[in-house]
């Protein structure tokens, strides 16, 4: 009996998400290797909302290009400020385009990539308010837009806004104080060696 052909998306994930393995250290290698893990047991399931309770999804983390403020939308769903992202779609083309497609339809901005490549990777358990899903495996990318673009926010969102990263706002995602300035680190660092 043949295997059913994989989907492109599949293919581009696991391609991804080895790249970022073999440059990556520590935690964030062994997490790498912790989704491909999940890619190889559960195959094209681990991409979709209505795969196992635990799955991968992709965000944009969004800086202005000086990387010293964000932009962050309060969530309805998580009652807390937090980046763009959400579920992947059968027409994404990698985790990189879920990203960009999800950073597009929660803030209407069309945001580039950073680097085009993951900046980090992510596991996070969920509430109750999300119904099936338990945890997400999170495929984190960075972009970079104009503070002075338009950008609206989507029925998932109450607001939009722009913060400092030295002055995130107090009802944000837990884990995002200490991962936020991180990564604008390292956007800052890319534009310093551009």
Known sequence: MALPA????LRS???ELADYAGRAAGTQRELAGAFLTTL????ESALRKDGPPEHLTASFVVFSPAGDTVLLNFH????AWGHFGGHLEPADGSLREAAQRECAEESGLT??????AIAEVHAHDLGSGFSR?????????TGVADPSAAFRASDESVELA???VSALPERIMPDLPARVPMLAQAVRALRDHS
């Not at 945001?111 to 085009?116: E, M």
């Not at 945890?135 to 984190?140: A, E, I, P, S």
Request: hydrophobic letters at 35%; proline letters at 3%.
């Open 162 to 164: 722009w913060f400092p």
């Open 133 to 141: 899903c338990q945890r997400h495996l999170d495929v984190v990318f």
């Open 6 to 9: 994989e989907s492109s998306l």
């Open 13 to 15: 994930a696991r391609t």
């Open 111 to 116: 945001v580039r990539s950073a680097t085009g």
């Open 76 to 79: 309805r769903k998580a009652d």
């Open 40 to 43: 190889n047991t559960h195959g």
